[in-house]
T-cell receptor
């Protein structure tokens, strides 16, 4: 089944540094979405990139998509303590369901 | 900003009991979803719902599960006879019609089956 898999599993960085995490998936997609989840809380939608897009920006977030490699990356620039969370990619084969990866846990040290 | 809401935030029930988890999707959204996340595991798709019927369901969504939109605002997930392995965080999500694919998630209901 379609699944995104994030890499690395965990990331620890200093405040102000950039954080990069990657997502790989298996088959063709309509779009790929990134979500953030603070510990024990709900999923917050960050950004969606469509299969015909290569790069997208939203504030301090930059997402790339390489459909030939079936991979995506999420870059958080100038990280803050509030960015500490788990980040998930979710792939959408059709309109009706998302397949989530296991996530990257990001810890931003003050 | 409009958001998806879910009640209750935490539900404790005994094995074999029925539970109903409630969600109020964003008002102009037409697609509704349930996902679950067992502690420490991935978020898993359960079911999608559009135009008062199930669009797609996963293998997890067996006969013990059902969904309903009883009125114009609520979207419910019923588990008829809960099992210990149903313990998880259940998330409701909603999205606009085709052409806009972002799914917006509620804060979740933590279901604990004892």
């Amino acid at each position: 089944s379609q699944q995104g898999e994030e890499d690395p599993q965990a990331l620890s960085i200093q405040e102000g540094e950039n954080a990069t995490m990657n997502c790989s998936y298996k088959t063709s997609i309509n779009n790929l979405q990134w979500y953030r989840q603070n510990s024990g809380r709900g999923l917050v939608h960050l950004i969606l990139i469509r299969s015909n897009e290569r790069e997208k920006h939203s504030g301090r977030l930059r997402v790339t998509l390489d459909t030939s490699k079936k991979s995506s990356s999420l870059l958080i620039t100038a990280s803050r303590a509030a960015d500490t969370a788990s980040y998930f990619c979710a792939t959408d084969e059709r309109d009706y369901k998302l397949s989530f990866g296991a996530g990257t846990t990001v810890t931003v040290r003050a | 900003e409009p958001e998806v809401t879910q009640t209750p935030s935490h539900q404790v029930t005994q094995m074999g009991q029925e539970v109903i988890l409630r969600c109020v999707p964003i008002s102009n959204h037409l697609y509704f979803y349930w996902y679950r996340q067992i502690l420490g595991q991935k978020v898993e798709f359960l079911v999608s719902f559009y135009n008062n019927e199930i669009s797609e369901k996963s293998e997890i969504f067996d006969d013990q599960f059902s969904v309903e939109r009883p009125d114009g605002s609520n979207f419910t997930l019923k588990i008829r006879s809960t099992k210990l392995e149903d313990s998880a965080m259940y998330f409701c999500a909603s999205s606009l019609p085709r052409g806009s694919y972002e799914q917006y998630f509620g804060p979740g209901t933590r279901l604990t089956v004892t």
